[in-house]
């Protein structure tokens, strides 16, 4: 049953099958909608084994549907239960249709997979379709390079999908950085449909307590490697920089990352401990506190370390990956010919000289308000306006809508 009166409820879909990106980012956009209305409520639908972790606000919340995890031969397999992974799935797609049947949204956002892991959320479209729900496809402002991105879409039927089950297609970002469905045959329907909102700006988390940090007490670079999962090479460059030059002006702090392996967390946690200037830790989930409070980020250039360079205007320096997709490596040398951060490119060696001489001379680097990029970080209004539009257009009657 729709609820009357002014209350609206928006349901987000985070496929989530590895690292932090998608959570975070879905969080971001849960907060920015309830912080615009009162009258809104937000559940997020998550495949994060450590969505517990972060703080949510007042009219937001989550359910955790069974994790899978992707292999490095693209298969995925269950993260926790000892079942098949086809059978993970299909519980999972019977969660997700049974929450959107029951929680009955206003509006469904779909974060970076149109149809969901492996199609999961085909029938969930289909059915809120049904019901004249606006539905709306969320990506982020790389996808991956052309070449990769358009046989996966063709593989999975994707674009038939943006024809079929969307009304609109958010990109967080801007065109000046990427189209992230360039290369893709599209027709000028779906076309029409894509929004470039900007970057979704970060505020200082309200949380009381922040991270407290035991060895450094005074201005410092930050590491970070995102989720974790794929951040050994530029930690350990950077330890390996520490140990090779003893007189860097400015302490580290690495934050390894939740989803590193155990064995590398170790490692890098009994070097840091070796170096009076080092402090690592493995995870804190107000990553903004530590990005407002450094003086310069190295980071892989994950999106949401982006928004947040950006965000506290930081200087920057992004070693990007480049497997198993382009997408940090896209954005990052989009961005450095722009003026907003520096690129340094891990070479397979990783010279500590030369990762010492880009730690010196971080904090001199230009922030990223020198470059004036607008629209820049418009992403939260512009958010909040798009959703406005359909949240007012859903609580009118529909022709269309048919009780299920």
Not at 42 to 69: A, N, T, Y
Not at 86 to 91: F, G, K, P
Not at 178 to 185: F, M, N
Not at 220 to 232: K, Q, V
């Amino acid at each position: 049953m729709h609820c009357n009166g002014k209350e609206k409820k928006v349901l987000i879909y985070s496929h989530d099958s590895f690292g932090l990106g998608h959570l975070r980012r879905c969080r971001e956009i849960a907060h920015c909608l309830v912080e615009a209305d009162e009258n809104t409520s937000v559940l997020i639908l998550s495949g994060s084994p450590i969505i517990g972790s972060f703080d949510f606000r007042s009219r937001v919340d989550f359910i955790r549907v069974p994790g899978v995890i992707k292999l490095r031969n693209g298969d995925y397999t269950s993260l926790k239960l000892f079942i098949d992974v086809e059978q993970t799935l299909a519980m999972r797609a019977s969660i997700i249709e049974h929450t959107a049947k029951i929680y009955d949204p206003d509006l469904f956002i779909v974060d970076k997979e149109p149809l969901g892991l492996r199609g999961e959320v085909e029938e969930t479209l289909k059915l809120l379709r049904r019901r004249g729900t606006p539905c709306v496809l969320g990506l982020r402002d790389v996808m991956d390079e052309p070449g990769l991105l358009a046989p996966e879409w063709e593989r999975k039927q994707t674009v038939p999908a943006l024809e079929r089950y969307f009304d609109d297609i958010w990109i967080y970002g801007l065109p000046q950085i990427c189209d992230p469905l360039e290369g893709i045959d599209l027709s000028d329907s779906v076309r029409k449909k894509m929004t470039y909102t900007g970057y979704l700006k970060r505020n200082l988390s309200t949380h009381p307590n922040p991270v407290t940090l035991e060895k450094i007490h005074g201005p410092y670079l930050l590491i970070t490697a995102g989720g974790g999962g794929d951040g050994a090479e530029i930690m350990d460059w950077v330890l390996r920089a520490y140990e090779y030059d003893r007189n860097q002006p400015l302490p580290a702090v690495l934050v390894l990352g939740p989803f590193m392996n155990g064995e590398s967390q170790r490692e890098f946690l009994e070097r840091a401990n070796n170096l009076p200037d080092v402090e690592a830790i493995t995870f804190d989930a107000h990553m903004e506190s530590l990005v407002d409070r450094a003086v310069g980020v190295v980071s892989m250039g994950g999106y949401n370390t982006f928004c947040e360079v950006l965000s506290f205007d930081k200087p920057a320096i992004i070693v990007p990956r480049t497997m198993p997709r382009m997408e940090q490596y896209i954005r990052a040398t989009r961005a450095q010919d722009l003026g907003l951060v520096r690129v340094l490119i891990d070479d397979g060696i990783r010279n500590p000289a030369a990762m010492a001489t880009a730690l010196r001379h971080l904090p001199q680097q230009s922030r990223p308000s020198s470059t004036v990029v607008p629209g820049l970080l418009d992403g939260r209004e512009n958010v909040k306006k798009l959703a406005r539009q359909w949240l007012k257009r859903r609580q009118q009657p529909l022709a269309l809508a048919q009780a299920d």
